[in-house]
């Protein structure tokens, strides 16, 4: 049975910083493109990063670029969100994708179950 499970999540004041984990299991993603997607309160999912399946690319949302960054671990198979200088904005439940990836509109072969992301101003 294939589990991304996410954590690293919590509450952080306003210019904090917080690094998401995304640990799979139940098969290897070491050919897939795996991302990052947030969805606010009373909003739809939206793409926030991704990284693909060499590792040597990445995209962000204009959001978050220049804050954010993501990395893989082949060895853990597991994906990690850098997040930096956090805005009360960047306030939802992450989510972490893999396989089949797109950013818009959101979609993905797996997901995570989330974890909050809270940051206070």
């Known amino acids: 049975q294939v589990q991304l499970v996410e954590s690293g999540g919590g509450l952080v004041p306003a210019g904090g910083a917080l690094r998401l984990s995304c640990a799979a299991s139940?098969?290897?993603?070491?050919?897939?493109?795996m991302g990052w997607f947030r969805q606010r309160t009373g909003k739809e999912r939206e793409f926030v990063a991704e990284?693909?399946?060499?590792?040597?690319?990445?995209n962000f949302a204009d959001s978050v670029k220049g804050r954010f960054t993501i990395s893989r671990d082949y060895a853990k198979n597991t994906m990690y969100l850098q997040m930096n200088s956090l805005r009360p904005e960047d306030t939802a439940i992450y989510y972490c994708?893999?396989?089949?990836?797109?950013?818009?509109?959101?979609?993905?072969?797996?997901w995570g179950q989330g974890t909050q992301v809270t940051v206070s101003s």
């Open positions: 994708a893999a396989h089949r990836v797109l950013t818009t509109p959101p979609m993905s072969r797996y």
């Open positions: 990284i693909s399946w060499s590792g040597d690319s990445t």
């Open positions: 139940g098969r290897s993603f070491r050919s897939s493109t």
